[in-house]
């Protein structure tokens, strides 16, 4: 089976702009999450996905947003971005929750 | 809410020795432990998870984690690391059951392999 897939690897932009991030799940599993890691917060969980309906929200501004698509897959919206929204956003998918399997991540430079 | 505190950020140790990289986890309900480990430039891979059972769970490359209810710890430890094991390493619970599948990860420990 294709792993967890997420385009595109890097993205650079500037303040103010806002950006889309693309994740496709491991064939099968119907929940995906989005976490950000940045090297002062660590890993934080942004929010989850299961059958088009998002299920749980980190402690995120509402300039974080996603959509989950019929076939699973994901993207998630940064608006109006910060210099502080620089990082590293990983997707996960899992099929019964027990176990989460993560993609290469996006690295987003927000200059 | 559950929380993971990795009492090491880093941990520098020469080829073939053994190591062992601290978690603590708090949580008011029943969870699920994992490592993760990640390499430069890229995502987390698994490396071996507690669900249930034996309380000693161990992955193909040689490192395995104990499970310990009473001192809420899951710690990890190799007996002979090489320098391919530099990187870094992610202590993770969620809880059980349930449709809240969030992670919630310890800092990291980055373990550093010098010949």
């Known amino acids: 089976k294709a792993g967890v897939t997420q385009t595109p690897r890097y993205l650079i932009k500037t303040r103010g702009q806002q950006v889309t991030l693309s994740c496709s799940p491991i064939?099968?599993?119907?929940?995906v999450s989005w976490y950000q890691q940045t090297p002062g917060q660590g890993l934080q969980f942004l929010f989850e996905?299961?059958?088009?309906?998002?299920?749980n929200k980190g402690n995120f501004p509402g300039r974080f947003s996603g959509r989950q698509f019929s076939n699973s897959r994901s993207e998630m919206n940064v608006s109006t971005l910060e210099l502080g929204d620089s990082a590293l956003y990983l997707c996960?998918?899992?099929?019964?929750?027990?176990?989460?399997?993560f993609g290469p991540g996006t690295r987003l430079t927000v200059l | 809410a559950q929380s993971v505190t990795q009492l090491d950020s880093q941990v520098p140790v020469f080829e073939e020795a053994p190591v062992e990289l601290r978690c603590n986890y708090s949580?008011?309900?029943?969870?699920?432990l994992f490592w993760y480990v990640q390499y430069p430039n890229q995502g987390l891979q698994l490396l071996l998870k507690?669900?249930?059972?034996?309380?000693l769970v161990e992955s193909i490359n040689g490192f395995e984690a104990e499970f310990n209810k009473s001192q809420t710890s899951f710690h990890l430890r190799k007996p002979s690391v090489h320098i391919s094991d530099t990187a870094e390493y992610f202590c993770?619970?969620?809880?059980?059951?349930?449709?809240?599948?969030?992670?919630?990860f310890g800092k990291g420990t980055l373990l550093t392999v010098n010949p």
């Open positions: 996960a998918s899992t099929r019964t929750g027990d176990t989460q399997y």
């Open positions: 064939s099968g599993h119907r929940s």
């Open positions: 996905y299961f059958s088009e309906t998002q299920r």
């Open positions: 949580s008011s309900v029943s969870v699920y």
């Open positions: 507690y669900l249930s059972g034996s309380t």
């Open positions: 993770a619970v969620t809880q059980t059951g349930g449709s809240n599948y969030k992670l919630t």
